[in-house]
RNA sequence: GCGAACGUGGCGGAAUUGGUAUACGCGCAGGACUUAGGAUCCUGUGGGGCAACCCGUCCGGGUUCGAGUCCCGGCGUUCGCACCA
């Protein structure tokens, strides 16, 4: 016994580690693989603090999908970069005073011995970073190819601004009204920002989502991008006020009859045409006031409403009377219009905002039971319930029929069109920062905003020192006038640069056509290798980025194959959401001080422990509680598999014979195993191995065909380990080169089975038959059993219900 | 408020079309081997009862020969979006 060498990790997995990188183990010829398989995860943002678990687990479960489609004969090509632009390093450099592009390889560095040591089956040759002039160059290109399809635009937006941190605050980055990081009141500041127009894509992001040959997404994030889109239909309806129109969106043009006011957002341009003399003093206060309030304070639902009015009418189209207009600001001006049509009788924010103001609530929609006099105690918003009533001609139509009606009579007459509006917002890509890629424009007094020529990119982020951001609101790239002036592209005259930076959204929109075609410094995507790699086969990711990250991903991959570059409208063929690992309950943060490092726990148990005991948690899609409290068990397996190899490279284990139980347990589990894998139910995976080690055991049996091809199931969760089994089985060449075993649909059937007997449901015991044992023989050999003879002794058997192969129940009575 | 997911032993979690609830693992208890063991191996482990049996998957109803699973109504937890007209 003595003479087998004891598992030692930390050995295996050293070994193994240089034998795939001295073998080139995990390369894969992209220009000639006879079965292209691309497998991607959302690669990290490289902080300070290291992987921690949380990303070890999403790795870990895509790794063990890559690893066991290259044993099922895939050509598996599974790269990893860096995510490393962005206001995260920027703040975390500023904070500990070292520049990010001193920080930022240092911590690659570190990202990058973390994932070598987790044993994943990246290809290296070709990782990236965001950060690298070689790939940020096509950033920018990026951006050009949008700004040439008119797709990129600049306008001026309000924006979080924090005069402590001397920032733009994302919307995310505001709680409550104030800063997240020091707590200041934020203030709001308009500034020209450049926008991606996404909003011209939403149709066509949101029907592909149904498109199932096109898209296989787990069904939460695709609902989560369809609310996001929020499609809702309707119409636009204008006003006549004086000179002026006002155009508003509703989905309710049912109840245009019932709008007794109307309601502009505090910004709308004609606010300041609509105010009558008396009122101009109050409005612009108001407007201010407004103003100041940080967006997402305003956003916010359930405070009481305000507003103002502006003095002047507007006529309602439908009953032809003048209704006064307000503004206040409930209504946003970057949603619809800008501008509403108020119904209080039919909505609750009208209404709450018409009885505080003692504006008149005229009821347009009655219910059955309830007549065109009833009161409205509150706002009756039911549509797919009631008859109109008070709208004149269409009085008694269904309030659905209804809003088709007025539609049509909206349209002949010219006073609106049937429309469909969408939630989602232009894309702001601006960011008033040092740490990204700067927007390739140059500002010229003659020829306006000129790009870049393509030929001399990349604008280059110049290595400053003082990258802090001023209170001018302006990037502090326009600091330095060396790179500030440039000559304009047009005319040669002097120009400024674009001092603002993108979005870090746009670094990570595109990282997956960049992989392949890494080498390529001419270009940003081959095509070739495009064609044969995309759309990627798989993407596993967190469901934080359910929106945002896959939707723009979506988007530039569907503006770029408009403009003929590449062949698919939509970039991931599947995407799978794994779960997320907590602490205690709440998500892992350095600011809670619940991050657990992954490091400690691998040179402790070993990756392949720590990897297996991931998996094994809890089920792969739905992630969980972290807690060490289990990891041995995992351990504890792998030991029990170390063993059985010893056994089975024994010479007495060679003839020994597989007895008919174990033979169908083996091929059972390949078949669940395999299954399993494929749809990530890692967890149960491994609890199949683990009865297929403990049967093994108790049978005293370690059959080397038997033992190679569970060390083979094991690998993907494994991989050194596995490896070095493979190796002591007598194999030279990778684990991972061998195919994956197959299962015998014949030897998958027990001799026997057992059948439940039931009487009246609930069970009384179990037989134990033959395999073609027929309803007879089942009902003969339960007879026999005392505790059924018990129960129906005296009773007449009224009904026999017999499922073949599960349970004979007899119904009594 | 809207949308979604979930609720099973002491714990993490398993359960084809509805068909032996608690697979697998942790923990715990007892035993073996040991100078010792926090190593390893064996046995046991939902609750109650001497037993026959009874009760058990958040709560309350229902459908069914049979419900963790399906339906209706609650309660609770988590996540996403939130004044979207």
New binding site residues.
């Given amino acids: 016994m003595s003479e087998h060498p004891a598992y030692t990790p930390s050995e295996v997995e050293a070994k193994w580690r240089d034998r795939w990188r001295d073998r080139r183990t995990n390369e894969v010829d992209l220009d000639r693989a006879p079965r292209p398989y691309y497998n991607l995860m959302m690669f990290p943002y490289p902080s300070a603090e290291g992987l921690h678990v949380g990303n070890l687990f999403a790795f870990t479960g895509a790794d063990v999908f890559g690893r066991f489609k290259r044993m099922q004969g895939w050509s598996v090509f599974q790269p990893i970069g860096f995510d490393a632009f962005g206001i995260h390093s920027e703040n975390f450099a500023m904070k500990i005073g070292v520049h990010p592009a001193e920080l930022i390889p240092r911590n690659i560095t570190n990202f990058t011995r973390q994932l070598t040591s987790m044993g994943g089956m990246f290809a290296w040759e070709h990782v990236l970073s965001t950060t690298d002039v070689t790939y940020y160059k096509w950033t920018q290109w990026l951006f050009l190819q949008l700004f040439k399809q008119g797709l990129a635009y600049k306008k001026k937006g309000s924006v979080n601004w924090c005069p402590t941190d001397k920032t733009v605050l994302a919307?995310?980055q505001v709680v409550a009204g104030a800063c997240e990081r020091c707590g200041t009141i934020v203030e709001q500041r308009v500034l020209e920002q450049w926008y991606f127009r996404i909003t011209d894509y939403a149709g066509r992001l949101l029907a592909n989502l149904d498109d199932h040959a096109k898209m296989d997404w787990s069904?939460?994030t695709v609902?989560?991008q369809?609310?996001?889109l929020?499609r809702?239909e309707?119409a636009e309806i204008r006003f006549a006020a004086g000179a002026s129109t006002i155009a508003?969106?509703?989905?309710?043009p049912d109840t245009v009859f019932g709008a007794t006011f109307l309601?502009l957002?505090p910004e709308h341009p004609l606010v300041a045409v609509l105010t009558t003399g008396g009122q101009r003093a109050a409005v612009e206060a108001y407007v201010a006031q407004a103003g100041a309030k940080d967006?997402?304070s305003?956003?916010?639902?359930?405070?009481?409403?305000?507003g103002i009015a502006l003095g002047s009418t507007a006529i309602n189209p439908a009953t032809g009377q003048a209704i006064p207009i307000w503004i206040?600001?409930?209504?946003?001006?970057?949603?619809?219009?800008?501008?509403?049509?108020?119904?209080p009788g039919h909505?609750?924010?009208?209404f709450?905002?018409a009885t505080r103001y003692q504006l008149p609530i005229v009821r347009v929609v009655a219910p059955e039971g309830e007549s065109a006099a009833s009161p409205l105690r509150e706002a009756f918003i039911e549509v797919d319930r009631g008859r109109l009533v008070n709208s004149g001609k269409y009085d008694g139509l269904p309030a659905l029929e209804g809003k088709r009606a007025i539609t049509r009579w909206l349209e002949t007459a010219s006073h609106g069109e049937g429309k469909v509006?969408?939630?989602?917002?232009d894309w702001c890509i601006s960011r008033q920062r040092y740490w990204g890629p700067p927007i390739p424009i140059i500002y010229c007094d003659d020829c306006g905003a000129v790009p870049v020529p393509e030929e001399q990119l990349p604008v280059v982020l110049p290595q400053i020192d003082d990258f802090r951001p001023d209170d001018s609101g302006i990037s502090p790239l326009a600091r330095h006038a060396e790179w500030y002036f440039v000559p304009c592209p047009t005319c040669g005259k002097q120009g400024r640069r674009e001092t603002d930076v993108s979005d870090t959204f746009l670094d990570s929109a595109w990282y997956f056509l960049r992989y392949p075609s890494s080498e390529f410094g001419d270009r940003a995507f081959d095509q070739a290798r495009t064609a044969r790699w995309l759309p990627i086969a798989s993407y596993i990711g967190g469901?934080?980025h359910?929106?945002?990250h896959l939707l723009y991903s979506r988007f530039i991959t569907m503006v770029l194959h408009d403009a003929g570059m590449l062949g698919f409208e939509e970039p991931f063929r599947t995407f799978r959401a794994h779960g997320?690992i907590?602490k205690d309950?709440?998500?892992m943060s350095k600011s809670k001080g619940n991050v657990i490092n992954p490091d400690d726990f691998i040179s402790k148990w070993g990756a392949d422990t720590f990897r297996t005991?991931l998996m094994?948690?809890?089920?792969f899609q739905?992630?969980?509680?972290f807690?060490d409290?289990?990891?041995?068990?995992?351990?504890?397996?792998l030991?029990?598999v170390w063993?059985l190899v010893s056994l089975a490279t024994h010479p007495d284990c060679r003839d020994a014979e597989i007895r008919h139980e174990i033979l169908v347990k083996w091929h059972q589990t390949k078949k669940r195993v395999g299954e399993?894998l494929a749809l990530l139910?890692y967890?149960?995976a491994?609890?199949?191995?683990?009865?297929l080690?403990?049967l093994l055991?108790?049978q005293n049996c370690c059959e080397p065909t038997l033992v190679g091809e569970l060390v083979q199931m094991i690998a993907p969760f494994a991989p050194h380990f596995a490896e070095e089994c493979w190796e002591r089985l007598g194999h030279t060449t990778s684990i991972f080169d061998s195919t994956w075993p197959a299962w015998d649909p014949a030897l998958i059937l027990e001799a026997s089975i057992?059948?439940?007997i039931?009487v009246?449901?609930?069970?009384?015991?179990?037989v134990t038959v033959g395999r073609d044992a027929d309803e007879a023989a089942v009902r003969a050999a339960a007879g026999q059993l005392?505790?059924v003879v018990?129960?129906l002794e005296g009773m007449a058997v009224r009904?026999v219900?017999y499922?073949p192969?599960?349970?004979m129940?007899f119904?009594v009575g």
């Fill in positions: 919307n995310e069904e939460s609902l989560a369809k609310n996001w929020g809702s309707g508003v969106f509703t989905t309710r309601v957002a967006l997402v305003r956003k916010v639902g359930d405070k009481e409403k305000s206040a600001d409930y209504v946003l001006m970057d949603y619809g219009t800008g501008a509403i049509m108020a119904v909505d609750e924010r009208d709450a905002f509006q969408f939630r989602l917002y469901n934080e359910a929106v945002l997320l907590v309950g709440a998500k005991y094994f948690l809890g089920p739905e992630g969980g509680d807690r409290s289990g990891i041995s068990g995992p351990r504890r397996f030991e029990k063993d399993e139910h967890n149960t491994i609890a199949a191995l683990m009865e080690v403990n055991r108790e057992t059948i439940v039931q009246n449901g609930k069970t009384r015991g179990t005392d505790t018990r129960q009904k219900i499922v192969g599960r349970l129940n119904v």
